[in-house]
Each structure stands twice: as structure tokens, then as C-alpha cells.
């Protein structure tokens, strides 16, 4: 017998079955391997996240994308990932993105009001208030106990003129949690906006009554006495609002505008300069000071703050 013929033979019969055997464990080996992966790929994406987090915490974005955004490769369907990455992307005021990862969220589960929520502040961020109402709409019928969802959605009413439905929401928000003196300040700043004066006061002394030394509120009784006419009770309530926050730069210059209509010159410097520290980029500023300085009879220093004035309205044209 030819052996050499008949391992040929064999061989030739037998090879291909071997070859497909091989193969097979090859395939199980990798299999496994792959398999073994998955909970360390897995771990890798949440350490991934979990870093990212951090970084948006210390309000480095940069780092926190790229990090949110590998871990989103290996989980891509990870909803407190998606949610994480477009909370930094809407703080970069990159809205498109930020929305859309939003969208992301609701297609992977649609029952998740956070995302409603998440997109309408977005919305009401880019000033477009009507998308912003029906997304808060909805956040608030998925959960009609998400209380911050009330408050935005009432100023987002406001914000578009529908001074009534705004005041109903708030009032609901209010219902929710009673001791929160912003809310009643919102609720006041509403009745201002309306026109409704009396029924403004009445919400801020709430408001007051919860946090005497709330400095929104005490910022929005000044600026209701201002339009009022009322410059006396006005630069009382700024000079409590610049109390409670030196720094807080609209007080400071709307106190300077009412120190000028009653000519008290110095006081209205000191407001302007004060204002400019805490907000170098309103230069309406320089342009007032210029103003006192001229009614002072200080001609010099008026010419100088017009000049510094015209540099810096140039500038800002330029942008």
C-alpha cells in the first residue's frame, strides 16, 4: 500500500475538518476573551464619567467633554452620561449640542422629565421662550412635584407677556414650598411687570418677611419706587441691596443714576466707580461719570471719561 499516497488521501479528506476545528476554538478563545472585556470596558466608561464629573464640578469643561465623550464610545446609550455632557455643553452656551444629546435621552427613554427639564432651560438660556414653555409643560405633567420646573416656567410666561398664566404657575410653585423667598420675589417682579404695583409690594414684603436681607427682592422694591418715581425710597432699597453685595454692579449703577437726578454729585461717583469695578464692560458708566463730572464744573475729568467712553463704545463695536 502507497502510505504516502494514502496520507495524501487522508489529509486531504481530514484537513479541512481540522482546519474548521481550529477555527471553532479560535472563535470560543475570542469569544471569551471579548467577553472577559465587557465589565472592564464597562468600568472604564463609569471611572470615565466619574472623572468628567469632577472636572465639571471645577468648571474645566474642556476636560470634561473629552472624558464624557470616551466614555460615551464604550456606553454610548449611558443616560447620566449624555445628561452630564449636555449640562457642560450648555454651560459652554453650545446649545445645538446640548440639545441634542437632551433629544438623545429622550429617545433612549422618553419617562425621564429631566431631560424635558434640561431642554427647556436650555431654550429659555437662547431667550426662546415658547419651545421653553412646552418643554417645561411637559416636564412638570411627567412630575408635577419637579418644583424648579414651576419657577422657570412662570418667568418664561412672563418673559413672553402672558402675565397671567405666569402668576398661576407661580402661585403653584409657591404651594410646593412656601418659605422660599424668591419665589414670592418672582411673583412680585411679575406684578411689576403687569403694572399691578400694589400687589407687587405685597409679594416682596413676603418675600422680605422670609429673608429680610434677600438682595433680589430688595433690588426689585428699588427698581419698582424708581419707575415709580419714588427716588428717595429707591436709593434706600439699592443702598440695602449694596448692603447685602457691594459688588452687585446693576445696584451700584442704578444707584448712581438716582444719586445724579438728585445731584448728589459725589455719592453718584463713588456708585459709577463702584459699578465699573464689579462690570468693566457697561460703559454707560464712563459716559455718566463723564456727565456728573460736567454738572460738577470739572471739565478736565468729564472730557477724560467722554474719551474713555468713546475708545471703549469702538471696542465693543467691534466685537
Same mark, same amino acid.
Given at each position: 500500500?502507497?502510505?504516502?499516497?494514502?496520507?495524501?488521501?487522508?489529509?486531504?479528506?481530514?484537513?479541512?475538518?481540522?482546519?474548521?476545528?481550529?477555527?471553532?476554538? #479560535?472563535?470560543?478563545? $475570542?469569544?471569551?476573551?471579548?467577553?472577559? &472585556?465587557?465589565?472592564?470596558? =464597562?468600568?472604564?466608561?463609569?471611572?470615565?464619567?466619574?472623572?468628567?464629573?469632577? #472636572?465639571?464640578? #471645577?468648571?474645566?469643561?474642556?476636560?470634561?467633554?473629552?472624558?464624557?465623550?470616551?466614555?460615551?464610545?464604550?456606553?454610548?446609550?449611558?443616560?447620566?452620561? @449624555?445628561?452630564s455632557l449636555g449640562e457642560v455643553y450648555a454651560d459652554k452656551r453650545m446649545d445645538s449640542e446640548a440639545i441634542e444629546l437632551f433629544q438623545k435621552v429622550l429617545k433612549?427613554?422618553?419617562? &425621564?422629565?429631566?431631560?424635558?427639564?434640561?431642554?427647556?432651560?436650555?431654550?429659555?438660556?437662547?431667550?426662546?421662550?415658547?419651545?421653553?414653555?412646552? $418643554?417645561?409643560?411637559?416636564?412638570?405633567?411627567?412630575?408635577?412635584?419637579?418644583?424648579?420646573?414651576?419657577?422657570?416656567?412662570?418667568?418664561?410666561?412672563? /418673559?413672553?407677556?402672558?402675565?397671567?398664566?405666569?402668576?398661576?404657575?407661580? /402661585?403653584?410653585?409657591?404651594?410646593?414650598?412656601?418659605?422660599?423667598?424668591?419665589?414670592?420675589?418672582?411673583?412680585?417682579?411679575?406684578?411689576?411687570? /403687569?403694572?399691578?404695583?400694589?400687589?407687587?409690594?405685597?409679594? $416682596?414684603? /413676603?418675600?422680605?418677611?422670609?429673608?429680610? $436681607?434677600?438682595?433680589?427682592?430688595?433690588?426689585?422694591?428699588?427698581?419698582?419706587?424708581?419707575?415709580?418715581?419714588?427716588?428717595?425710597?429707591?436709593?434706600?432699597?439699592?443702598?440695602?441691596?449694596?448692603? @447685602?453685595?457691594?459688588?452687585?454692579?446693576?445696584?451700584? #449703577?442704578?444707584?448712581?443714576?438716582n444719586y445724579l437726578k438728585k445731584k448728589q454729585y459725589d455719592e453718584a461717583i463713588n456708585a459709577f466707580e463702584i459699578s465699573l469695578m464689579a462690570n468693566p464692560d457697561?460703559?454707560?458708566?464712563?459716559?455718566?461719570?463723564?456727565?456728573?463730572?460736567?454738572?460738577?464744573?470739572?471739565?478736565?475729568?468729564?472730557?477724560?471719561?467722554? =474719551?474713555?467712553?468713546?475708545?471703549?463704545?469702538?471696542?465693543? &463695536?467691534?466685537?
Open positions: 500500500m502507497n502510505f504516502l499516497r494514502f496520507f495524501k488521501s487522508t489529509a486531504t479528506y481530514y484537513l479541512p475538518a481540522i482546519l474548521l476545528a481550529g477555527a471553532f476554538q #479560535y472563535s470560543l478563545v $475570542y469569544a471569551s476573551s471579548v467577553k472577559d &472585556q465587557m465589565p472592564y470596558r =464597562s468600568n472604564m466608561a463609569h471611572e470615565q464619567y466619574l472623572q468628567g464629573v469632577e #472636572y465639571a464640578k #471645577y468648571g474645566l469643561h474642556n476636560e470634561a467633554i473629552e472624558l464624557f465623550r470616551k466614555s460615551l464610545a464604550t456606553d454610548p446609550d449611558n443616560i447620566d452620561t @449624555c445628561i433612549i427613554n422618553p419617562n &425621564q422629565p429631566q431631560a424635558y427639564f434640561k431642554i427647556g432651560t436650555v431654550y429659555f438660556d437662547m431667550e426662546e421662550y415658547e419651545p421653553a414653555i412646552e $418643554y417645561l409643560k411637559k416636564t412638570i405633567e411627567m412630575n408635577p412635584d419637579y418644583k424648579v420646573a414651576y419657577s422657570l416656567l412662570g418667568i418664561s410666561y412672563a /418673559k413672553s407677556g402672558k402675565y397671567d398664566e405666569a402668576v398661576k404657575v407661580l /402661585k403653584k410653585r409657591i404651594e410646593l414650598d412656601p418659605n422660599l423667598a424668591i419665589t414670592y420675589s418672582n411673583l412680585g417682579l411679575v406684578y411689576t411687570m /403687569k403694572g399691578s404695583n400694589k400687589e407687587a409690594l405685597v409679594e $416682596y414684603n /413676603k418675600a422680605l418677611g422670609i429673608n429680610p $436681607y434677600h438682595e433680589e427682592t430688595l433690588f426689585n422694591i428699588a427698581f419698582l419706587y424708581e419707575n415709580m418715581g419714588q427716588i428717595d425710597e429707591a436709593l434706600a432699597y439699592y443702598n440695602k441691596t449694596v448692603e @447685602c453685595n457691594s459688588g452687585n454692579a446693576k445696584a451700584q #449703577y442704578n444707584l448712581g443714576l457697561n460703559i454707560e458708566a464712563y459716559n455718566n461719570l463723564g456727565n456728573v463730572y460736567a454738572a460738577k464744573g470739572m471739565e478736565e475729568k468729564a472730557k477724560n471719561y467722554f =474719551s474713555l467712553y468713546n475708545k471703549q463704545l469702538k471696542l465693543q &463695536q467691534k466685537k
